[in-house]
């Protein structure tokens, strides 16, 4: 998955009393990303309204932020009502999905972070890390919260093989109106367009040999990325990659 609880089919009190639940396991550990999804999913898959995602977010977690932070809440916006009471506050830190600047700007208001999907590490720097700035600003927060870029990624020099296996994992991604705005603004126009390119495969997977991938990796945050959320890529006739990935991350992390 992407690290995102799909909100429009979950009301925030019933993912609030999942989410404490886990805490109660595991004090203080839980980072709780929602996001609304998309418009497809939502009215396809569940016969809902998509209507005014970012504004169901915001009400969403307003909620969510007040019941971990002060153990109750009063709410009642357009979107969403809630009022409960739970057994006190939990450490429980909300981070939003974000792919453009508004998604990121709420994020700086009101969350722990905006996390980022397909997203080419330019945006990241151009749109994401203002626009999180900005939030943090208007909500009078000292700093803003980081960036984090979830990461498609992999260790091979068979750049036609990450080709097909990032056409075919991510491909669709263009499709949807967002996340095809997103692209285009962060440089790939093609995205507007119906083929995926091997440009755009390049934008959004970090590939290579180890040396290339831990130097890329190594690079990102000079484009203001904060924290990262790693996803190997799977290639279809060299499983051995997943492995040779998921060493390279691990000793990148205890690099620091």
Not at 11 to 33: S, V
Not at 37 to 63: C, G, M, Q, W
Not at 71 to 92: I, Q
Not at 181 to 198: I, K, L, R
Request: glycine share 8%; aromatic share 8%.
């Amino acid at each position: 998955g992407t690290s995102i609880v799909p909100t429009f089919p979950r009301h925030p009190l019933a993912l609030a009393q999942e989410a404490i639940a886990l805490d109660n396991l595991a004090p203080g550990r839980l980072r709780l990303g929602v996001g609304p999804s998309h418009k497809p999913a939502v009215e396809r898959t569940y016969n809902f309204d998509f209507v005014r995602p970012l504004e169901h977010l915001r009400e969403y977690i307003t909620i969510l932020g007040a019941l971990f932070r002060d153990g109750k809440v009063s709410f009642h916006g357009k979107r969403l009502h809630a009022e409960a009471e739970s057994t006190g506050p939990v450490d429980v830190k909300v981070m939003i999905s974000a792919l453009r600047h508004n998604a990121f700007k709420l994020a700086g208001e009101l969350a722990e972070g905006g996390i980022s999907w397909v997203t080419p590490k330019e945006h990241i720097r151009d749109v994401a890390v203002p626009a999180l700035a900005e939030g943090a600003r208007v909500a009078g927060r000292a700093t803003a919260p980081p960036a984090v870029m979830h990461l498609p990624i992999v260790v091979s020099t068979d750049g036609q093989a990450v080709f097909e296996a990032a056409k075919q994992q991510f491909g669709f991604y263009q499709r949807l109106p967002f996340y095809s705005a997103m692209m285009v603004e962060a440089g790939f126009h093609e995205a507007a367009g119906p083929d995926f390119t091997p440009a755009l495969a390049k934008g959004i997977v970090v590939s290579g040999s180890e040396d290339d991938v831990a130097r890329q990796v190594r690079a990102l945050p000079s484009f203001g990325v904060g924290e990262i959320i790693a996803d190997p890529v799977l290639l279809a006739n060299d499983r051995a990659a997943k492995d040779r990935t998921i060493e390279l991350l691990g000793a990148l992390a205890r690099e620091g």
